[in-house]
Every structure is written in C-alpha cells, then in structure tokens.
C-alpha cells in the first residue's frame, strides 16, 4: 500500500522566517510528486516533480525531489501571513495504478506578523 | 470558467437518509475523483473515474456509490447516512489518469446527526 508521511504536522512561524515542509514517500510505480496549497477551502497545486535535484520554484516557494532517499521538501522564504494553510504532499498516479493519488496528512502552518 | 463545482456546499442529514452529492467540470478533463477529508487528515480517495465509463474503488469506498453521468458530471451517493461519514468532501478532476495535477471543487460540508 502506498504511504506518504508529511512532517512537521504544524509548525507556527513569524512573518519573515524561512520554513522547511518535509514529505517521504514508499509507493511503487512512482510517477510523480505534487504539492498543494490549502486555504480555507479547496486543495490548489503548487508543484510537479519527477526527476531527482531539479528545483521547482515559484516566487518564494521552492521544491526539491529526492528520489533515492524517497523523500521532497517545500521551502517557503520570507514567509508572510497569506503562507498561512495546510500544505498537503501527494504521489500522483502510476500507469499501473491510474487515477489513484495517494495524499499525506498536511502540514498545517501557522505565520504569525 | 468555473472549473469544478460542487453542490451542495453545506448539509445535514440524519443518519439514515440518503443524498447525492454533484460534482460537474467544465474543462474537458477525463479523470475525476471523489475525496473525504477529516480533521487534521489528508484527503483519501473515496472513489474515482479514470474515463468517461469507468469508475473504481478508492481507499475509503465503504458506504458509498458512485455515477459517472456524462464526462463532465460525477456523482456520489450515500444510500444510507453514518455518523462517521461526517466530513468534508472534495471533487477534483484531472486531464488524465496521468494528469497529474488534479483541480478541486470548493468542498461539501456533511454532517450527519
């Protein structure tokens, strides 16, 4: 069965602080890594990664994929208070599993200004 | 563009009743999905549809069934209502099976009583 574990689960930071979001993974057949953002409401997607060392970045957040080691991290610079969410990791479908995603449980951040 | 749209966003049933929740996407994707969410956890996968036709068991399919009415539309049903199916329940599509990235619904609200 696949597994994603996301750590910290919170993590309570003051405006202008860099954080780090952790995600690991065991699945089989990976295909992909994605990231979302989630505010009050609905999931939104942040990153895509697939291949190993290659930086995905968007204005202050930035994602890595390690695939050796099975795991990806969220960098977050210069946090301010609209980085507030819960940032959710999940492994995107395989071609022998398609249509399944499997989500970890979040990280919840909290930016204090 | 609405993307996805869920109805209702808010309900109450006694346990026991029935209702279905709808989901429509208007950007021709092909795959859709039906998520629950509980507090403090990831969205886990309900049921899901890799194509107009098709539709599959999810992690968590227990108490409920699905329609894939049209490409656009898809719907879960509870046929009879469980305390433990209070949640907050999320639609998303995707391009494809191998999407990757899927888009979400505003959410459903459930409360059972």
């Known amino acids: 069965e696949d597994k994603v574990v996301q750590s910290p689960l919170s993590l309570v930071v003051h405006e202008g602080d860099t954080v780090t979001l952790n995600c690991s993974y065991e699945v089989t057949n990976f295909r992909s890594l994605l990231w979302y953002k989630q505010e009050k409401k609905a999931p939104t997607f942040l990153f895509m990664l697939t291949s190993s060392g290659i930086e995905k970045k968007s204005g202050r957040l930035s994602s890595i994929l390690d695939k050796k080691e099975l795991f990806s991290i969220l960098n977050i610079t210069a946090t301010q208070t609209g980085d507030s969410a819960i940032y959710l990791c999940?492994?995107?479908?395989?071609?022998?599993?398609?249509?399944?995603?499997?989500f970890g449980d979040g990280t919840t951040l909290t930016v204090k200004p | 563009n609405a993307g996805v749209t869920q109805t209702p966003k808010f309900q109450v049933l006694k346990t026991g009743q029935s209702m279905t929740l709808q989901c429509a996407q208007d950007m021709n994707h092909n795959s859709m999905y039906w998520y629950r969410q509980d507090p403090g956890m990831g969205l886990r996968l309900i049921y899901y549809s890799a194509s107009e036709g098709t539709t599959d068991k999810g992690e968590v399919p227990n108490g409920y069934n699905v329609s894939r009415l049209n490409k656009r539309e898809f719907s879960l049903r509870l046929e009879s209502a469980a305390p433990s199916q209070t949640s907050v329940y999320f639609c998303?599509?995707?391009?494809?099976?191998?999407?990757?990235?899927?888009?979400f619904g505003q959410g459903t609200r459930l409360t059972v009583v």
């Open positions: 998303a599509s995707s391009l494809g099976p191998g999407g990757p990235e899927a888009f």
């Open positions: 999940a492994v995107g479908p395989s071609p022998g599993n398609a249509g399944k995603s499997t």
